[in-house]
């Protein structure tokens, strides 16, 4: 059986801004220029649809995607990060412990289980749709935990969250759920 491509897509860069809940922050000048890059990648010709999460740093994605490529989209706040509270200075110690502890929450944030669970059956209903390739465009913790069931692995690794880029690209081949491309940064922009 001939591959079944699904790119997974971590959002761009953002603007963070303390002030505001993190669902709502925007592309910064870095992550308009990752974007750039990533709508350079050859896959965008090929692809029959994308599937965001609803947060304005993912959708800007899927908005682009189909100005540039006519291709439709929808947002699905299944597809969205970890609901957490507040913003914490020392982030990667609690996604640390987040990782270690996938089954909890920690610090008032949405277990790493759960997350996953509610990404993951979107990525098997878009699986099971066929219309593909496909493009799913999220965020940093829920991809890394996706990544890690496609691997095998109890839970993410830490430094390998560290390294997953923004406005990186990975494709799986959802006929076997097999990591074909691990994540890569886009493309140069403009």
Do not use: C
């Amino acid at each position: 059986m001939p591959e079944q491509a699904l790119y997974l897509i971590r959002h761009p860069a953002t603007a963070v801004d303390r002030r505001r809940p993190s669902e709502e922050w925007q592309l910064s000048e870095e992550g308009g220029r990752q974007l750039d890059g990533l709508l350079k990648q050859e896959f965008w010709g090929e692809v029959r649809q994308v599937y965001s999460s609803t947060e304005p740093k993912a959708a800007a994605v899927a908005e682009r995607a189909s100005e540039a490529y006519g291709v439709p989209f929808s947002l699905h706040d299944d597809l969205r990060e970890l609901r957490r509270s507040g913003f914490f200075t020392d982030y990667e110690r609690v996604v640390e412990d987040v990782f270690r502890s996938p089954a909890r929450e920690v610090n008032g944030w949405e277990s790493l289980e759960s997350a996953l669970g509610r990404a993951w059956s979107i990525l098997t209903q878009v699986a099971a749709r066929g219309a593909l390739p496909a493009v799913v465009v999220s965020h940093g913790l829920v991809l890394s935990a996706v990544r890690a069931k496609v691997l095998g692995r109890q839970a993410p690794d830490l430094a390998e969250w560290r390294r997953l880029p923004f406005g990186g690209v990975a494709r799986v081949d959802v006929s076997k759920w097999q990591l074909v491309e691990d994540f890569t940064p886009p493309l140069a922009g403009r």
